[in-house]
C-alpha cells in the first residue's frame, strides 16, 4: 500500500472518529418484560417527559464516565409542526447536531440548543406560571446550588428575612428560557454537581403530585439552573 | 328602526377590529415560534440554507460526544444511528 493511499485511510478513519456520536436511546414506555429487553435502555418510571431519561442517563453513567460533550434531544428527527422547537432552517436535529459548535459547548459548559426567545424568554412569560418558591424549594434543598444550606433551609432566592419566607414560598419566580429541553452539555458541567443532586432531582420528578407533562416542564424552565447559569 | 342600525353599524365594526388585532398577534406569535419563511426558503433545493450533508468544521473536533434521546416505543428514532452514526 502506498504511502500517500495510508495516509488517506488513517485521514479518514480519524475524521470519522470525530465526526461520530454515540448513542444512548430511553425508551420510557417499554412494552416488553424487563428479561426481555435486551439492551435497550429504560427509565424507572415514564414521568416528567424527556426530564426522566435525561437524569436517568447523568445517574447511570456519572460513575463510569461521561463523554467530553452530551446532547440532549428529543425523539423526532424533523417536521414542520412536531420539531418546531428546533431551531434549525428546516426544524432539523440532524442539521442542528452537526452545526452544533463544540468547542462552544465545551467553553460555555450548557448551551440550549433554541435560540428563538419565543416561547420561554418573552415579556409575556416574566412570572413564570410553572415554579413557585415551593417548588423551587423542593428541587434545589439540600443539593449543591449556590444560595442554600446544608440543611436547605436557606430556600428561595430573595428571601430577606426568615419571616419573608412563607410569603415567598407560594410567589411566581422569574425564571425564563428558551423553551424545550433540547441542550448540550460539557462533561465537566455535569460534574460541577455531585451525584446526590441529580439523584434528588430525579426523584422530586417520581414524587411530585405534578403529572407527567406538568413535571416535565417545570424540568424544562430549570436545565440551565441545574446547569450553572442564571435563572434570566 | 334606523337609531338601531346606527348603533349595530359600529358595533359590528369594533368587533371585527378587536377580532382582527388579536388574530394578527396570534399570527405574528406563531410566525415568531415557527419561522414558516426561513422553513420555506430552506426547503427550496437551490436555497443556501438547504444543504448541511456533512458536519460543519467547527463540529468536528477531539471531543468525544453523546446524544441522548427519551422516545416513545412507538416513536421511529432510526435517525439517530443512520444520519447521527457512530
Known amino acids: 500500500m502506498s504511502q500517500r493511499k495510508l495516509a ?15 448513542h444512548a436511546i430511553y425508551i420510557v414506555n417499554p412494552s416488553r418484560a424487563p428479561e426481555e429487553r435486551g439492551d435497550m435502555l ?3 418510571v415514564n414521568k416528567g417527559h424527556e426530564a426522566m431519561a435525561y437524569l436517568t442517563y447523568i445517574v447511570d453513567n456519572y460513575n463510569s464516565g461521561i463523554p467530553s460533550i452530551v446532547s440532549f ?3 423526532h428527527r424533523s417536521g414542520f409542526f412536531e420539531a418546531w422547537h428546533v ?22 459548559g450548557y448551551v440550549n440548543l433554541r435560540c428563538n426567545w419565543n416561547p420561554g424568554c418573552k415579556k409575556t412569560s416574566r412570572v413564570n406560571g410553572h415554579i413557585n418558591g415551593e417548588v423551587w424549594h423542593e428541587i434545589f434543598g439540600n443539593t449543591s446550588t449556590p444560595g442554600f444550606e446544608q440543611d436547605g433551609s436557606a430556600a428561595v432566592p430573595g428571601i430577606s428575612s426568615p419571616e419573608d419566607g ?44 405534578k403529572d407527567d407533562a406538568a413535571s416535565g416542564r417545570v424540568m424544562e424552565y430549570l436545565w440551565h439552573i441545574i446547569f450553572g447559569k442564571e435563572a434570566v | ?26 399570527l405574528e406569535d406563531k410566525c415568531e415560534t415557527y419561522d414558516p419563511l426561513a422553513y420555506i ?26 446524544i441522548v434521546v427519551a422516545a416513545l416505543e412507538e416513536q421511529d428514532v432510526s435517525w439517530i444511528p443512520d444520519d447521527l452514526p457512530e
Not at chain 1, 422569574?174 to 451525584?195: G, H, N
Open chain 1, 42 to 44: 429504560t427509565t424507572p
Open chain 1, 166 to 209: 412563607e410569603k415567598m414560598l407560594y410567589m411566581k419566580m422569574r425564571i425564563w428560557t428558551p423553551c424545550c429541553a433540547q441542550f448540550a452539555v460539557s462533561k465537566e458541567q455535569i460534574y460541577a454537581r455531585p451525584l446526590e443532586d441529580y439523584l434528588k432531582f430525579r426523584q422530586w420528578v417520581v414524587d411530585t403530585e
Open chain 2, 41 to 66: 426558503e430552506a426547503s427550496i433545493p437551490w436555497s443556501k440554507s438547504a444543504h448541511y450533508s456533512e458536519p460543519a468544521p467547527y463540529n468536528v473536533g477531539q471531543h468525544d460526544k453523546i
Open chain 2, 1 to 26: 328602526m334606523k337609531c338601531g342600525v346606527r348603533i349595530i353599524k359600529p358595533v359590528i365594526w369594533l368587533v371585527l377590529l378587536v377580532t382582527t388585532a388579536v388574530l394578527l398577534l396570534v
Open chain 1, 87 to 108: 431551531d434549525t432552517p428546516l426544524h432539523d436535529n440532524v442539521i442542528a447536531m452537526r452545526n452544533l459548535r463544540l468547542d462552544y459547548v465545551k467553553q460555555n
Open chain 1, 73 to 75: 434531544l428529543h425523539a
Open chain 1, 8 to 22: 488517506t485511510i488513517l485521514v479518514l478513519a480519524d475524521y470519522h472518529t470525530f465526526c461520530s456520536w454515540q
